[in-house]
């Protein structure tokens, strides 16, 4: 058997690594044909929806799976669906009606109430999993930078990334910035700690941190970078977390949940605690296997 699976690109690297994962771990266990395709405008989904439009898809074999994520791809799934057939799986908390998708994968601190098209996981789906393989002095920081929950200040983060470091003399410390991270913010920093490595993200390949992140025995990573703490969590790595100064309380309960569980140290920063992930299956194979026992016929 052979599934064809359909994943729709909305742009967002963010979104696309979700999906990418995912088709990725449902690849590992059975033979796929996947194909890729950008999101069309809505106009164009309207007509192709009228079966007028130019879609280039109908060349394509039927999906038996359309994977999508983020807003702006509800509409193009369910106008693949509607002409050409398949499930559609959803990976976040839709803005549309939950029952025109056959399955949503929803991050569990979107807090919907349980339904049976519904399964929800620790954060983001990743392929990211721990294999026990963290070097001993290796600490990893990871920056994000302005986001609509947190307001960013450079000389705040400068702080605590130098308390971190003077706290912790004997790591050997890697520091990654985003494609958030405000240039200016390296190009000001004067670390006190001679120890540590920068790594721009425009420096290495899109995926450098999937990559290296099992390496890394203990973390920090800015609080507005959810996917990447997640992504820490499930390496294994002991994780920390850099404060800001927040807009709203979104992820307060997240993180002192998270605490409780002994994923993260959440009320001390610099110093390292002994908290970490026995986390041994990504969040992508839980999600491929649940999804081939109960999708695929």
């Not at 702080?159 to 050997?172: A, E, G, M, S, T």
């Not at 992930?277 to 649940?290: G, I, L, T, V, W």
Request: with cysteine.
């Amino acid at each position: 058997m052979k599934l064809n699976i359909w994943l729709i690109l909305d742009g967002k690297r963010g979104h696309e690594k979700q999906i990418e994962d995912l088709a990725f771990s449902i690849n590992k266990k059975i033979k796929t044909n996947i194909k890729k395709i950008k999101k069309i405008s809505f106009l164009n989904t309207i007509l192709n929806f009228l079966r007028i439009g130019n879609d280039p898809c109908k060349y394509f074999p039927q999906p038996d799976l359309i994977i999508a994520a983020g807003h702006q791809t509800h509409f193009d799934a369910l106008q693949k669906k509607n002409r050409y057939g398949g499930k559609i799986i959803l990976i976040m908390k839709p803005s549309i009606p939950s029952f025109l998708f056959d399955l949503l994968i929803i991050p569990s601190h979107d807090n919907i109430f349980w339904k049976k098209n519904v399964i929800t996981i620790d954060g983001a789906v990743n392929k990211i999993k721990n294999k026990n393989k963290q070097e001993k002095n290796s600490g990893l920081i990871l920056l994000g930078g302005p986001s609509k929950n947190y307001f960013w200040s450079n000389e705040e983060v400068i702080d605590q990334i130098n308390n971190i470091l003077n706290v912790n003399p004997k790591l050997k410390f890697t520091i990654a910035t985003s494609r958030r991270t405000p240039k200016e913010l390296i190009n000001e920093t004067k670390f006190t700690h001679k120890n540590y490595l920068i790594v721009s993200h425009e420096s290495v390949p899109y995926d450098w941190l999937e990559n290296n992140i099992g390496k890394y025995k203990f973390s920090w990573v800015t609080q507005d970078s959810i996917s990447m703490l997640y992504e820490l969590i499930a390496s294994g790595s002991i994780v920390n977390l850099i404060k800001l100064e927040s807009k709203n309380r979104k992820f307060e309960k997240l993180f002192l949940e998270l605490e409780c569980r002994g994923k993260i140290n959440y009320q001390q920063t610099a110093h390292l605690l002994n908290r970490f992930s026995k986390n041994n299956q990504s969040s992508a194979e839980y999600c491929a296997e649940f999804i081939i026992k109960n999708l695929i016929n």
